[in-house]
């Protein structure tokens, strides 16, 4: 046996949860590493519901985080969310996606996923369960727990909504029970040891040989062996429990096995894989419908039977989903035909529950509405097989490789169970198989498997789906392939009466002795009886009147006939007069040599519990034989008997009669209460469907509000530090001038306090100087415009008041005004130092103008003084002299130049002189 892993595992976590899971997903994503898995994350969401999972997830994990979409590939270190208009299953690791019906039922999206997770069991699997409301889940962790699968439920105490995780403890297979932000750090333990599985050589014969031994170990105590299972298969469920116990090395769970008994149970259970549903494969089911069970029905007369063997069945959803594809056929055939569908596994709790055909609610997904309102009644809040299906179908333990075959099987469907054996055994339990079909049976094996020996001897009907027909009419098998069966039965049990221990001393031993010789001196056997006629005791030598049978404490059937019928009359005689009766000289010629027979019997006064007693005696009367004596009339003990057996009868039936009539009215009355509890079971179902419905779509409702709580509280934030921060002052009235809100800073220029918010805004008193408020207020709601002022504050500060519109952004409507102060005060300062610094200026310049126009004026005449001397020295002068000339030419030009200066200055004092008296 050879348990090697060629490949690194791969984990998918499934983690079920409500809608009002969001903190508990939050958490756990917080936590959750990069590794070799994938996440698949089901919810229970209104179909209109327009989830924001996908991107708040992203926020709080490394991985990528996606919606899952049809036929999509579940790959590593991702995590598939699933559409709120849709229900998910899996197949093949590949995401299966189906619109919701109409019903007004909750969807039980967990289960419904769960399930199809654990029958595609070619990976690991971790079912998760958070915080949520109702039972969703419950069944489904039970299917992955059954497949090998871990199991981690949120601890209630820690859960927002603590039913789901209350009712998946209460299923018994929760491996862990923790806080969300622990789960993390565990799933990430168990996937390491899982891909810690490749061992050295050496370490790894270690742990064959341990494996091994736990395999016999099994076979030693119970009656299951697993030796010959796919060693694949068995280390995983082994490892999984290490898991659980916390072992790290097989040969130490070896060691915990045969130290805790109770273990070895636990494990072979967990090898049992009992995960089945309704018309899994769709297609391989409607090829049966269309080809294999037409042809059955037609070739079989009314007064033949049909007989499919569902071999594994598991808890029993293929052998239902085969006897209602039969049944419809039957009915589109109109043939009466009695139909047998063996249904077998040896995982008894399974074939329990599957007995019971009553299933959760999430096999509304498995089932179309019209086959589900057809074939089952509700029931509580799962759907129960109605009885004429149930009828079809035999459950029965039987192990397809050791006990005999069922034989002349119409139809045998063995699928998914040879994918856990190895080769020889796949061998044996298709012998088995081959062994169990008519001539042309039909054999429907997994889409995994296939029939390899048996190839030569079959037809193919379908290559997908693995559906075949049986060619041969012998069965040729080897009487190697029967194992025998020790098969427990109690009703084999020797059967000991029961004895009272007592005082063996030497006194009773004596009077026992005595009482013996007595019987035998004057020939005479006994017994006790009660009015059953059951022996109670005996003593004498009661086997020389008793005919030599089978062992049975019935009187009446260890009595010869002509014995029996005179002490059937002469015991009721008895019990009736509370009398001795004694009947002597009776024949009886069943004994060899024939005798004649005395027969006296006395009710007891002592009695056997709450049982009458009748003591009977038999003595052989020698003397009788002797003598000639009158034939024994046997005709009046029979007439008397006969008589007697009349008056019985009549009594009985006028006692059944009575009690009959009694039975109709308490009937009655039951049947009118069971109607009123039917009647209002069903109102309290349909209510509390109605009821879980509306709390998941208020649990939908309270995380979308929770979710803008949330961004409210921050937008509520930034307008506290905004107006912490804002020195001026804000305040925001309503259309009415009632105050709504104000800013800190606001209380400086107005006398405001928590309690003014309601308050209309005319009624408190202001700190600036400043009566229009109400009306620029009033404006400003009317017309929409903006108003500015400026205002001196009673303390001498200047603030410019701005009051503005306050606009919904929903629907852009005015619903009010806002009144923002800036403080200009330093502005206000700096204005009117600049207006005096202008006044002085102003009066400077002035002054400067007049000097200007003076000094120009005065100047003016001096020097057209000295202009008309140099006209008059240049007259006198002798201008023939150069220098002279030169002289007075320059003086000349200096003085036209002062002149033109003089005018500019005129005229630029002027300029500014208007300039002024305009500004």
Not at 305 to 310: A, D, G, L, Q, S
């Amino acid at each position: 046996m050879s348990t090697h892993y060629n490949q690194e595992p791969h984990f998918i976590i499934a983690i079920g949860a409500s809608a009002g899971g969001l903190e508990e997903l939050q958490s756990f994503f917080d936590h959750t590493p990069l590794a070799q898995a994938s996440y698949v994350i089901i919810q229970h969401l209104p179909a209109d519901y327009k989830s924001r999972m996908a991107e708040i997830l992203s926020r709080h994990s490394q991985l990528k985080v996606t919606e899952a979409a049809n036929n999509m590939l579940v790959e590593p270190n991702q995590v598939y969310l699933i559409p709120s208009q849709q229900c998910m299953t899996i197949q093949d690791g590949r995401l299966l996606l189906k619109d919701k019906d109409s019903s007004s039922a909750p969807h039980k999206t967990i289960n419904t996923f769960f399930n199809s997770l654990a029958a595609d069991s070619e990976y690991h699997i971790i079912a998760v369960i958070l915080s949520g409301s109702g039972n969703d889940g419950s069944e489904g962790i039970v299917n992955i727990s059954r497949a090998g699968g871990l199991i981690i439920v949120q601890d209630p105490d820690t859960a927002q909504y603590n039913s789901m995780p209350l009712e998946a403890i209460a299923t018994g297979v929760a491996d862990h029970i923790l806080a969300p932000a622990d789960m993390p750090m565990v799933i990430t333990q168990y996937v390491s040891k899982a891909k810690r599985s490749i061992l050295p050589p050496a370490a790894q014969a270690m742990e064959d040989k341990s494996v091994i031994a736990i395999i016999d170990l099994i076979r030693e105590r119970l009656p299951f062996d697993f030796s010959e299972y796919k060693p694949t298969t068995i280390l995983r469920r082994i490892r999984r429990r290490m898991v659980y116990l916390a072992l790290d090395a097989v040969e130490a769970y070896y060691q915990y096995l045969l130290a805790h008994p109770g273990e070895v149970e636990t494990l072979a259970q967990s090898f049992m894989i009992s995960v089945s549903a309704f018309f899994r494969n769709p297609e391989a089911f409607q090829v049966i419908a269309e080809t294999v069970l037409p042809e059955i029905v037609q070739r079989k007369k009314e007064e033949e039977e049909i007989k499919i063997w569902i071999a594994g069945c598991a808890t029993g959803e293929e052998a239902y989903t085969m006897a209602i594809l039969l049944h419809e056929q039957l009915e589109k055939a109109g043939k009466d035909i009695q139909v047998k569908v063996f249904a077998t596994d040896i995982d008894k709790p399974a074939l329990e529950f599957a007995g019971k055909g009553l299933y959760g609610d999430a096999i509304r997904s498995e089932l179309s509405a019209e086959r589900l309102e057809k074939y089952f009644n509700r029931e509580g809040s799962g759907y129960r097989i109605k009885q004429h299906i149930r009828k079809m179908l035999i459950f029965a333990q039987h192990n397809v490789v050791k006990n005999p075959p069922y034989c002349n099987m119409d139809l045998i469907s063995c699928r998914n169970l040879l994918i856990y054996m190895n080769i020889s055994l796949q061998k044996k339990a298709l012998s088995m198989l081959h062994f169990g079909l008519s001539q042309k049976g039909y054999l429907f094996l997994g889409s995994s498997e296939n029939p390899g020996m048996l190839l030569p001897y079959l037809t193919e009907i379908n290559k997908k789906w693995k559906i075949y027909r049986n060619q041969e009419s012998a069965r040729s098998v080897r009487f190697d392939i029967f194992t025998p069966v020790m098969i427990a039965d109690n009703s084999l049990a020797p059967l000991i009466p029961s004895k009272k221990t007592g005082n063996t001393g030497k006194r009773s031993i004596m009077l026992e002795e005595v009482n013996e010789m007595l019987l035998e001196e004057v020939n005479v056997a006994g017994m006790c009886v009660d009015q059953d006629n059951q022996v109670v005791k005996y003593f004498g030598k009661v086997e020389h009147f008793l005919l030599q049978q089978v062992f049975s404490f019935d009187l009446m059937e260890l009595l010869p006939k002509s014995l029996g019928v005179v002490y059937v009359t002469a015991a009721r005689q008895a019990r009736k007069d509370n009398e001795r009766i004694t009947v002597t000289g009776i024949p009886v010629a069943d004994y060899d040599p024939a005798k004649v027979i005395d027969l006296t019997i006395r009710p007891l006064r002592a009695r056997e519990g709450d049982r009458s007693l009748l003591l009977v005696l038999f003595s052989e009367n020698k003397e009788a034989q002797k003598q000639e004596v009158l034939p024994f009339d046997v005709q009046t003990y029979l007439n008397a008997g006969l008589q007697s057996l009349e008056e019985e009868l009549k009594d009985t039936r006028e006692r059944l009669q009575e009690a009959t009539e009694k039975l109709e009215a308490s009937s009655e009355n039951m049947q009118s209460f069971n109607e009123e509890l039917v009647s209002a079971n069903e109102e309290m179902q349909s209510a509390n469907e109605e009821m879980q419905s509306v709390n998941e779509e208020l649990q939908t409702i309270n995380t979308d509000y929770q979710l803008k709580i949330k961004e409210l509280n921050v937008l509520n934030d930034d307008m506290d530090n905004y107006f912490r921060s804002n020195l001026n002052g804000q305040l925001f009235v309503d259309n009415n001038l009632m105050l709504k809100k104000f800013s800190p800073a606001a209380v400086k220029h107005i006398n405001l306090q928590e309690s003014d918010i309601g308050r209309p805004i005319q009624h408190i008193t202001v700190n600036f100087k400043y009566n229009s408020l109400e009306q620029d207020l009033l404006s400003v709601i009317k017309n929409g415009a903006v108003v500015l002022r400026v205002v001196e504050s009673l303390n001498g500060n200047w603030y410019q008041m701005m009051i503005m519109p306050y606009i919904r952004q929903l629907d852009h409507e005015q619903d009010g005004a806002i009144i923002s102060f800036n403080d200009i005060t330093l502005l206000n300062k700096a204005q009117l130092e600049l207006h005096r610094s202008n006044l002085s200026l102003q009066r400077i310049n002035e002054d400067l103008d007049n000097f200007v126009y003076s000094a120009s004026h005065d100047l003016l005449g001096p020097l057209t003084n000295i202009e008309g001397l140099m006209r008059l020295l240049d007259e006198k002068l002798d201008m023939e002299d150069n220098e002279v000339v030169r002289y007075t030419d320059m003086i000349q030009s200096s003085i036209v130049r002062f002149k033109e200066n003089l005018r500019e200055l005129a005229e630029v004092g002027k300029i500014e002189s208007e300039s002024l008296k305009e500004a």
